[in-house]
């Protein structure tokens, strides 16, 4: 089995490093889009071009599942993908705004993309999901991406972003590659649980698959 994954760069490495380990059998391809990071601050029409030469490219190299290990593009391009390319098979990387909301918190700061914190999907996912007394905070961090892809200002982006954040019981991080400074996060919210969705995918992508398998 032929699995592709792509991103606007190296976030999507954590995702891809969870698929493989309960996927280890399957053949993969990755494209790291850092020519076009950040996805969260394109237009939607950019954006979807940018994905269909992404998507065309790894269905040219035998791909049957797509996994789209970007929160900006899944919100904003998956269901234009499934429509325009029936015969693949899409997984999508969303905010785990599901998951924040089992762990009980009360008071859950998101921090995304400005294109992840102003979609439609973020809107659906918080009234799909919300319980009675939590409160979700949005906060959208422009050029955080760009500079944890670049290794260039990243303490200076999350000091500019997060110096007047609020106390919160938890963090969703909505954007694969705020995965990669997880820590670096966690230093401002020491008392709160920091969530994203990496295993989460990981476990569709693998039903996904087995499903196909035995269809075959």
């Known amino acids: 089995m032929k699995i592709g994954i792509f991103d606007s760069g190296k976030g999507g490495l954590s995702i891809f490093d969870e698929v493989k380990k309960v996927l280890p059998e399957a053949e993969y391809k990755y494209i790291a889009d850092s020519k076009n990071c950040p996805y969260g601050e394109k237009s939607d029409e950019e954006l979807m071009e940018i994905v269909r030469r992404n998507v065309d490219e790894l269905s040219d190299w035998g791909a049957r599942v ?3 290990a970007c929160n900006t593009a899944t919100t ?9 390319y029936p015969g693949l098979k899409f997984v999508g990387t969303e905010p785990a705004i599901k998951l924040a909301v089992k762990t009980g918190a009360k008071k859950i700061l998101v921090i995304a993309t400005p294109g992840t914190i102003e979609s439609e999907r973020m809107e659906s996912l918080l009234e799909e999901n919300k319980k009675a007394g ?23 982006k999350l000091a500019e972003l997060l110096k007047d954040a609020p106390e919160v019981d938890c963090v969703v991080l909505g954007c694969t590659h705020y995965s990669l400074i997880r820590e670096k996060i966690a230093s401002y919210f020491p008392e709160a649980a920091i969530v994203d969705g990496d295993k989460g995918v990981a476990k569709r992508v693998k039903e996904l698959v087995e499903n196909l398998w035995k269809n075959e």
């Open 134 to 156: 939590q409160e979700f905070i949005l906060l959208s961090c422009p050029g955080l991406a760009d500079a944890i892809e670049n290794d260039d200002g990243v303490d200076a």
């Open 66 to 68: 797509i996994v789209i």
């Open 76 to 84: 904003r391009c998956i269901e234009r993908l499934r429509e325009e």
